[in-house]
């Protein structure tokens, strides 16, 4: 059984967005406005070298351990093994995650991304916890966003917590994909980009999703002509995990 329940925020960390401050001092502050438990933190630092990612790690966990948050380390299962973090995640190019779970032990999480349903599937039957599926918005580096049919399809359709990823830096992006169906949302510019006080208001609507955060000022994730109906659509994940 995993140690953690999954909450339904992941905070994933890109120290080039925020060159002037340290990652400590971002997640410390991060996780002291939130609830304790409700978020988890991703280490995400491709260009880093060994040591310096093993040392930043190690620095990482007093401070997740202290607000009960875990913490993943980006496809690194050493690096996660030897600073006895929380888990990984796994990118869709990675080890496979039953290779990723023959190594680790029985309680880490695993966390796989997906761009599509088969490779989800695949993910979940070979041991996935969770599963990150995006991009939702275009993001700097993917300008083309999912469809609404296959977000809300995934998340319908797997036994395990589906994660909206991919621009989404407010709470009317948030509310809107956790409208669709998604368990909770993953953000790397939400955490080094936004204030507290935005990410505050994200976990709000991660927690209590609203149509009343639909706005017409803002682009719809998805063509406007679905918006109505899956305003009121809820697609009962809530009845299937449980949201710390």
Not at 44 to 62: I, N, Q, T, V
Not at 151 to 179: C, D, H, Q, W, Y
Request: aromatic fraction near 6%.
């Amino acid at each position: 059984m995993n140690k953690f329940k999954i909450p339904s925020l992941c905070l994933i960390t890109h120290r080039h967005l925020t060159p002037s401050r340290h990652i400590q001092d971002i997640i410390f502050d991060a996780l002291s406005c939130l609830p304790q438990g409700s978020a988890m933190v991703q280490l995400r630092e491709k260009d880093m070298s060994d040591k310096a990612l093993y040392e930043l790690a190690m620095s990482l966990m007093p401070i997740t351990r202290s607000f009960h948050t875990p913490l993943l380390i980006n496809g690194r299962i050493d690096i996660a093994l030897a600073v006895q973090a929380d888990g990984v995640h796994l990118p869709q190019d990675a080890i496979p995650v039953n290779v990723a779970r023959q190594l680790m032990k029985d309680h880490m999480l695993i966390g796989a991304s997906s761009h599509d349903m088969d490779t989800a599937k695949h993910q979940v039957n070979q041991g996935a916890d969770f599963v990150f599926f995006g991009p939702i918005y275009p993001t700097p580096t993917k300008t083309t966003p999912q469809s609404e049919k296959t977000l809300s399809k995934i998340a319908s359709t797997l036994p395990v917590p589906v994660f909206a990823v991919g621009g989404i830096m407010n709470e009317i992006r948030a509310n809107e994909a956790i409208s669709r169906g998604a368990y909770g949302i993953a953000a790397i510019r939400l955490l080094m980009s936004s204030s507290l006080d935005t990410l505050k208001k994200v976990h709000h609507v991660i927690t209590n999703p609203s149509s009343d955060y639909f706005r017409e000022d803002l682009p719809s994730m998805y063509d406007s002509r679905h918006s109505r109906d899956h305003r009121r659509c809820s697609s009962g994940v809530e009845q299937r995990f449980r949201k710390p």
